[in-house]
Protein backbone atom coordinates (compact mmCIF):
# COMPACT_ATOMS: atom_id res chain seq x y z
CA UNK A 1 0.00 0.00 0.00
CA UNK A 2 1.00 3.55 -0.43
CA UNK A 3 3.25 5.35 1.85
CA UNK A 4 3.28 8.40 3.94
CA UNK A 5 6.25 9.80 6.20
CA UNK A 6 6.43 12.02 8.84
CA UNK A 7 9.14 13.56 10.21
CA UNK A 8 10.46 14.04 13.11
CA UNK A 9 8.06 11.61 14.78
CA UNK A 10 9.07 12.92 18.11
CA UNK A 11 10.05 16.62 19.08
CA UNK A 12 10.70 18.57 22.51
CA UNK A 13 11.01 21.96 22.77
CA UNK A 14 11.36 25.09 24.83
CA UNK A 15 8.32 27.99 24.69
CA UNK A 16 8.16 30.23 22.47
CA UNK A 17 10.17 28.43 19.59
CA UNK A 18 8.72 27.50 16.42
CA UNK A 19 8.92 23.52 15.07
CA UNK A 20 8.51 22.37 11.56
CA UNK A 21 7.18 18.99 10.66
CA UNK A 22 7.30 17.48 7.13
CA UNK A 23 5.09 15.58 5.79
CA UNK A 24 5.66 13.36 2.03
CA UNK A 25 4.05 11.11 0.02
CA UNK A 26 6.49 8.40 -0.67
CA UNK A 27 5.20 6.79 -3.96
CA UNK A 28 2.33 8.64 -4.74
CA UNK A 29 1.73 12.38 -5.78
CA UNK A 30 -0.90 13.93 -3.68
CA UNK A 31 -2.25 17.14 -4.52
CA UNK A 32 -4.53 17.16 -1.30
CA UNK A 33 -2.94 16.37 2.23
CA UNK A 34 -4.51 16.74 5.88
CA UNK A 35 -3.28 18.11 9.16
CA UNK A 36 -4.55 16.58 12.25
CA UNK A 37 -4.16 16.86 16.04
CA UNK A 38 -5.11 14.44 18.43
CA UNK A 39 -4.82 14.87 22.00
CA UNK A 40 -4.72 11.44 24.52
CA UNK A 41 -7.72 9.05 24.35
CA UNK A 42 -9.51 11.37 21.30
CA UNK A 43 -10.08 11.13 18.12
CA UNK A 44 -7.98 12.98 15.41
CA UNK A 45 -9.32 16.22 14.91
CA UNK A 46 -9.17 17.77 11.39
CA UNK A 47 -6.95 21.01 11.41
CA UNK A 48 -6.14 22.24 8.13
CA UNK A 49 -6.52 20.91 4.31
CA UNK A 50 -3.53 22.11 2.42
CA UNK A 51 -3.60 21.83 -1.24
CA UNK A 52 -0.55 22.30 -3.50
CA UNK A 53 -0.08 25.27 -5.03
CA UNK A 54 -2.37 27.10 -2.58
CA UNK A 55 -3.23 28.63 0.58
CA UNK A 56 -4.26 25.72 2.89
CA UNK A 57 -7.91 25.78 4.24
CA UNK A 58 -7.85 26.09 8.11
CA UNK A 59 -10.93 24.38 10.78
CA UNK A 60 -12.92 27.14 12.37
CA UNK A 61 -10.92 27.77 15.60
CA UNK A 62 -7.33 26.66 14.16
CA UNK A 63 -4.84 29.79 14.04
CA UNK A 64 -3.64 29.96 10.33
CA UNK A 65 -0.71 32.30 12.05
CA UNK A 66 0.01 29.56 14.76
CA UNK A 67 -0.04 26.72 12.19
CA UNK A 68 1.68 27.43 9.25
CA UNK A 69 1.30 25.14 6.57
CA UNK A 70 3.37 25.04 3.04
CA UNK A 71 2.35 22.43 0.40
CA UNK A 72 5.31 23.16 -1.89
CA UNK A 73 5.32 20.34 -3.86
CA UNK A 74 2.84 17.05 -4.72
CA UNK A 75 5.13 15.18 -2.48
CA UNK A 76 5.65 17.76 0.82
CA UNK A 77 3.45 19.51 2.89
CA UNK A 78 4.96 21.00 6.24
CA UNK A 79 3.43 22.50 9.73
CA UNK A 80 5.00 24.99 11.10
CA UNK A 81 4.06 25.60 15.15
CA UNK A 82 5.00 29.24 15.13
CA UNK A 83 5.86 30.10 19.07
CA UNK A 84 5.00 27.27 20.17
CA UNK A 85 3.17 26.78 24.38
CA UNK A 86 2.62 24.05 26.59
CA UNK A 87 -0.60 24.03 25.20
CA UNK A 88 0.38 22.99 21.76
CA UNK A 89 2.17 19.80 22.77
CA UNK A 90 -0.22 16.68 20.86
CA UNK A 91 -0.10 14.15 18.48
CA UNK A 92 0.44 15.90 14.70
CA UNK A 93 -0.95 13.08 12.19
CA UNK A 94 -0.89 14.17 8.65
CA UNK A 95 -2.55 12.16 5.79
CA UNK A 96 -2.49 12.20 2.04
CA UNK A 97 -5.08 11.60 -0.22
CA UNK A 98 -4.41 9.15 -3.19
CA UNK A 99 -5.65 10.36 -6.21
CA UNK A 100 -5.24 6.80 -7.86
CA UNK A 101 -8.01 5.06 -6.76
CA UNK A 102 -11.62 5.18 -7.70
CA UNK A 103 -12.57 5.23 -4.25
CA UNK A 104 -11.41 8.17 -2.07
CA UNK A 105 -8.03 7.19 -0.36
CA UNK A 106 -6.54 8.63 2.53
CA UNK A 107 -3.60 7.41 3.78
CA UNK A 108 -2.01 8.54 7.22
CA UNK A 109 1.40 9.56 8.07
CA UNK A 110 2.99 8.02 11.63
CA UNK A 111 2.52 10.71 13.42
CA UNK A 112 4.76 13.19 14.89
CA UNK A 113 4.18 14.05 19.08
CA UNK A 114 5.65 16.90 19.83
CA UNK A 115 5.82 18.06 23.44
CA UNK A 116 6.56 21.99 24.49
CA UNK A 117 8.68 22.30 27.78
CA UNK B 1 -24.86 17.04 11.56
CA UNK B 2 -22.33 14.39 10.41
CA UNK B 3 -21.89 12.26 13.36
CA UNK B 4 -20.06 8.41 13.59
CA UNK B 5 -20.45 6.56 17.06
CA UNK B 6 -18.77 3.67 18.38
CA UNK B 7 -19.56 1.49 21.14
CA UNK B 8 -18.66 0.09 23.51
CA UNK B 9 -15.47 2.95 24.37
CA UNK B 10 -13.90 0.06 25.54
CA UNK B 11 -13.12 -3.74 25.65
CA UNK B 12 -10.80 -6.03 27.23
CA UNK B 13 -11.19 -9.62 25.70
CA UNK B 14 -8.90 -12.84 26.68
CA UNK B 15 -6.24 -13.61 24.05
CA UNK B 16 -7.84 -15.91 21.40
CA UNK B 17 -11.14 -14.97 21.99
CA UNK B 18 -13.26 -13.22 19.60
CA UNK B 19 -15.01 -9.29 19.49
CA UNK B 20 -16.93 -6.99 17.57
CA UNK B 21 -17.19 -3.30 17.55
CA UNK B 22 -19.94 -1.37 16.56
CA UNK B 23 -20.38 1.66 15.09
CA UNK B 24 -23.27 3.79 14.00
CA UNK B 25 -23.16 7.13 11.56
CA UNK B 26 -25.03 9.56 10.21
CA UNK B 27 -23.40 11.15 7.34
CA UNK B 28 -24.54 12.41 4.46
CA UNK B 29 -23.76 12.25 1.41
CA UNK B 30 -22.05 8.76 2.24
CA UNK B 31 -19.14 7.43 -0.37
CA UNK B 32 -17.46 4.56 1.79
CA UNK B 33 -16.57 3.61 5.54
CA UNK B 34 -13.33 2.34 6.77
CA UNK B 35 -12.04 1.03 10.10
CA UNK B 36 -8.40 1.98 11.17
CA UNK B 37 -6.30 0.19 13.78
CA UNK B 38 -4.32 2.82 15.75
CA UNK B 39 -1.67 1.33 17.94
CA UNK B 40 -0.30 3.63 20.79
CA UNK B 41 1.53 6.76 19.52
CA UNK B 42 1.15 5.96 15.79
CA UNK B 43 -1.05 6.94 13.20
CA UNK B 44 -3.89 5.22 12.27
CA UNK B 45 -3.69 2.25 9.90
CA UNK B 46 -6.20 1.36 7.33
CA UNK B 47 -8.21 -2.39 8.00
CA UNK B 48 -11.04 -2.21 5.37
CA UNK B 49 -12.65 0.39 3.49
CA UNK B 50 -16.36 -0.53 2.00
CA UNK B 51 -18.37 1.58 -0.58
CA UNK B 52 -22.60 1.59 -0.19
CA UNK B 53 -22.37 -1.64 -2.22
CA UNK B 54 -20.18 -3.69 0.18
CA UNK B 55 -21.53 -5.42 2.51
CA UNK B 56 -18.52 -7.67 3.76
CA UNK B 57 -14.86 -7.03 3.40
CA UNK B 58 -11.90 -9.41 5.72
CA UNK B 59 -8.99 -8.80 5.91
CA UNK B 60 -6.98 -11.63 7.69
CA UNK B 61 -8.98 -11.77 11.22
CA UNK B 62 -10.64 -8.88 10.60
CA UNK B 63 -14.04 -9.27 9.32
CA UNK B 64 -16.29 -5.60 8.55
CA UNK B 65 -19.91 -5.55 7.82
CA UNK B 66 -21.77 -2.79 6.22
CA UNK B 67 -25.72 -2.37 6.39
CA UNK B 68 -26.23 1.31 4.80
CA UNK B 69 -29.84 1.29 5.15
CA UNK B 70 -29.80 1.20 8.89
CA UNK B 71 -26.21 2.84 8.63
CA UNK B 72 -24.32 1.00 10.53
CA UNK B 73 -21.28 -0.95 10.40
CA UNK B 74 -19.04 -3.76 12.69
CA UNK B 75 -15.84 -4.91 12.58
CA UNK B 76 -15.02 -8.71 14.23
CA UNK B 77 -11.98 -9.66 15.26
CA UNK B 78 -11.42 -13.63 15.26
CA UNK B 79 -8.94 -15.23 17.42
CA UNK B 80 -8.17 -12.06 19.09
CA UNK B 81 -3.95 -11.48 19.38
CA UNK B 82 -1.58 -9.62 21.69
CA UNK B 83 -0.84 -7.35 19.32
CA UNK B 84 -4.53 -6.46 18.26
CA UNK B 85 -4.52 -4.12 21.25
CA UNK B 86 -5.40 -0.59 20.18
CA UNK B 87 -7.84 1.90 19.25
CA UNK B 88 -9.79 0.92 16.29
CA UNK B 89 -11.79 3.71 14.65
CA UNK B 90 -14.30 3.81 12.55
CA UNK B 91 -14.30 7.07 9.98
CA UNK B 92 -16.95 7.64 6.75
CA UNK B 93 -16.05 9.38 3.87
CA UNK B 94 -18.51 11.78 1.84
CA UNK B 95 -16.47 11.35 -0.85
CA UNK B 96 -13.88 14.31 -1.71
CA UNK B 97 -14.68 15.89 1.64
CA UNK B 98 -13.73 15.30 5.29
CA UNK B 99 -13.51 12.56 7.03
CA UNK B 100 -15.96 12.29 10.39
CA UNK B 101 -14.31 10.19 12.87
CA UNK B 102 -15.73 7.91 15.16
CA UNK B 103 -14.13 8.47 19.00
CA UNK B 104 -12.60 4.98 18.50
CA UNK B 105 -12.88 1.67 20.72
CA UNK B 106 -10.00 1.00 22.58
CA UNK B 107 -9.11 -2.90 22.85
CA UNK B 108 -7.17 -4.72 25.17
CA UNK B 109 -6.12 -7.98 24.62
CA UNK B 110 -5.25 -9.93 27.77
CA UNK B 111 -2.75 -13.36 27.94
Known amino acids: GAVVSQHPSRVICKSGTSVKIECRSL??????MFWYRQFPKQSLMLMAT?????????EQGVEKDKFLINHASLTLSTLTVTSAHPEDSSFYIC?????????????FGPGTRLTVL | KNQVEQSPQSLIILEGKNCTLQ??????????LRWYKQDTGRGPVSLTI?????NTKSNGRYTATLDADTKQSSLHITASQLSDSASYIC??????????FGQGTILTVHP
Open chain 1, 95 to 107: SARDPRPRVDTQY
Open chain 1, 27 to 32: DFQATT
Open chain 1, 50 to 58: SNEGSKATY
Open chain 2, 23 to 32: CNYTVSPFSN
Open chain 2, 50 to 54: MTFSE
Open chain 2, 91 to 100: VVSPGYGKLT
